[in-house]
């Protein structure tokens, strides 16, 4: 009898647990009006950044260049002679100091407490804005880049000193590029 019991109650579970799962429909229906907030805001975000680098520009009186990436850069130190003096490329092993500065030149973090990074160019995970501007330097050359925000630390912030949305003054200088 038991036997019994114990079959037909098995069958049960197991036909039950046959029927086809129904899909979960999103949570949030609203997704398409959230994206194109967020696409306003970064615009705004974007637009205010760049308003502030062109002031900064004009104050300084140096020459700033204009990167297809969205940032600025002025050269500290720029070598003209070009012989063997190549770009840093993919795989490249590249020593370099920094400093990140907020944008109106508080040193955030400062290159003696940064040190001397190597970096394999493009095989290694670094902030985008340091990725970028270590291709435009050659052995030897150093510059001040201006970087938006969405190419630092973004809608995060390091947790630390910099803050969320918030654009950077970076230095950077190579100080050894080996080609590999």
């Known amino acids: 009898m038991k036997l019994k019991l114990y079959t037909i109650i098995y069958f049960i579970v197991l036909i039950g647990s046959c029927s086809e799962n129904e899909a979960r429909k999103p ?32 104050k300084s009186k140096k020459e700033f260049i204009n ?9 500290e130190k720029k070598i003209s002679n070009i012989s063997n003096r190549e770009l840093p490329k993919l795989g490249d092993e590249v020593s370099f100091k920094y400093q990140i ?27 985008p804005a340091l990725r970028e501007g270590i291709k435009l330097l050659k052995n030897g050359e150093s510059a001040y880049f201006l970087f938006p925000s969405f190419m630092c630390h973004g809608y995060s912030g390091d947790g ?19 080609n590999l």
């Open 160 to 178: 630390e000193k910099i803050g969320i949305n918030q654009p950077l003054k970076i230095f950077i200088e190579i100080t050894d590029h080996i």
């Open 67 to 75: 990167s297809k990436k969205g940032f600025w850069y002025s050269y």
């Open 101 to 127: 500065e907020d944008i109106n030149g508080k040193v955030l973090y400062g290159k003696k407490s940064l040190g001397i990074v190597k970096y394999y160019v493009d095989k290694e995970d670094i902030l």
């Open 27 to 58: 949570i949030n229906k609203n997704s398409i009006s959230f994206i194109k907030t967020s696409i306003e805001r970064n615009k705004t975000i974007t637009k205010n950044q760049e308003s502030i680098f062109k002031n900064i520009i004009i």
